[in-house]
């Protein structure tokens, strides 16, 4: 019986292969149109998600030899900054005015039923501002449909006053990055806002790039958006380098367009350790 290494190799080199794509004579022993599809999906379908940091670096060892990272692509909430303070206390205290009841509690429970649930008004949570989107979710929180108070809540989130650096030191790193010829995006789920709020954050020059989900018509996990910043940087996805904090959304969906992931928070807990593990001294 095959030991655990080996089957892991094995597989390895399953997925290898696939990701490498058929070769010519297959190609031409099957042309048909039923094999043409299964050979320009290559590694975007293997579902390489499961695969711990580790055992994703052996694979794509496998298919690509030496690891570049010519690119970093850095998700945005969660990542590169967070909330300065918990949303359903700022909700609750806007709300005070416009006579929203809840308790902050009760706010979170609501706000993360309403958050997941299915979006069906259109086929992206974020069109544009995001704004049908935000009403859903700021009217289902609270139960307050005032107009009024969902702008006043809605302009508060555009302001460096919603949101804190993660990282106090990013702006170093990702200078020293970009002098070692590492190209920088912004990968995100966001609406128009955050350009603006990158603006705010005074870190919006930090990066060569800026992917917003509402501006490509795509929404991670979907790799289309990964495969966007990688055409705007001018970069192979397995050039690519992607940090982010949810698993689903950002490891799986950098995995499926091809690039590499690791999950903030886990796999690294700063941009300084990001940078050394790509062989950039800061």
Same mark, same amino acid.
């Given at each position: 019986?095959?030991?655990?290494?080996?089957?892991?190799?094995?597989?390895?080199?399953?997925?290898?292969?696939?990701?490498?794509?058929?070769?010519?004579?297959?190609?031409?022993?099957?042309?048909?149109?039923?094999?043409?599809?299964?050979?320009?999906?290559?590694?975007?379908?293997?579902?390489?998600?499961?695969?711990?940091?580790?055992?994703?670096?052996?694979?794509?060892?496998?298919?690509?030899?030496?690891?570049?990272?010519?690119?970093?692509?850095?998700?945005?909430?969660?990542?590169?900054?967070?909330?300065?303070?918990?949303?359903?206390?700022?909700? =609750? *205290?806007? #709300?005070? &005015?416009?006579? +929203?009841?809840?308790?902050? %509690?009760?706010? $979170?429970?609501?706000?993360?039923? @309403?958050?997941?649930?299915?979006?069906?008004?259109?086929?992206?949570?974020?069109?544009?501002?995001?704004?049908?989107?935000?009403?859903?979710?700021?009217?289902?929180?609270?139960?307050?449909?005032?107009?009024?108070?969902?702008?006043?809540?809605?302009?508060?989130?555009?302001?460096?006053?919603?949101?804190?650096?993660?990282?106090?030191?990013?702006?170093?790193?990702?200078?020293?990055? =970009? *002098?070692? #010829?590492? &190209?920088?995006? +912004?990968?995100?789920?966001? %609406?128009?806002? $955050?350009?603006?709020?990158?603006? @705010?954050?005074?870190?919006?020059?930090?990066?060569?790039?800026?992917?917003?989900?509402?501006?490509?018509?795509?929404?991670?996990?979907?790799?289309?958006?990964?495969?966007?910043?990688?055409?705007?940087?001018?970069?192979?996805?397995?050039?690519?380098?992607?940090?982010?904090?949810?698993?689903?959304?950002?490891?799986?969906?950098?995995?499926?367009?091809?690039?590499?992931?690791?999950?903030?928070?886990?796999?690294?807990?700063?941009?300084?350790?990001?940078?050394?593990?790509?062989?950039?001294?800061?």
């Amino acid at each position: 019986m095959a030991t655990s290494t080996s089957l892991k190799r094995t597989l390895f080199r399953v997925f290898a292969d696939a990701a490498r794509g058929p070769s010519s004579t297959f190609r031409r022993a099957h042309s048909s149109a039923a094999a043409a599809p299964a050979a320009e999906e290559g590694p975007r379908r293997l579902g390489l998600g499961w695969l711990g940091t580790k055992d994703y670096d052996e694979y794509r060892r496998e298919v690509y030899g030496e690891i570049t990272h010519r690119a970093l692509f850095v998700d945005a909430v969660g990542t590169l900054f967070v909330p300065s303070q918990p949303t359903a206390q700022i909700y =609750r *205290k806007i #709300g005070e &005015k416009y006579g +929203v009841q809840y308790s902050e %509690d009760e706010i $979170l429970y609501r706000y993360r039923w @309403a958050y997941g649930q299915p979006w069906g008004r259109s086929r992206l949570r974020y069109v544009d501002d995001g704004r049908p989107f935000w009403q859903y979710i700021v009217s289902s929180s609270t139960g307050c449909s005032d107009s009024q108070y969902f702008e006043e809540l809605y302009q508060y989130y555009a302001t460096d006053k919603a949101w804190h650096l993660c990282d106090p030191n990013a702006g170093k790193v990702f200078k020293a990055l =970009r *002098k070692a #010829g590492v &190209k920088l995006a +912004v990968v995100s789920n966001f %609406d128009t806002r $955050l350009r603006p709020v990158l603006q @705010a954050l005074k870190c919006d020059d930090w990066f060569d790039a800026m992917v917003v989900s509402a501006e490509v018509a795509a929404e991670k996990p979907n790799p289309t958006i990964f495969l966007k910043a990688c055409e705007l940087l001018g970069v192979k996805p397995e050039d690519a380098l992607h940090v982010g904090d949810d698993r689903r959304n950002d490891i799986w969906g950098a995995r499926d367009a091809g690039c590499d992931a690791w999950l903030w928070g886990s796999d690294v807990h700063s941009f300084k350790e990001v940078a050394q593990r790509i062989g950039v001294q800061v």
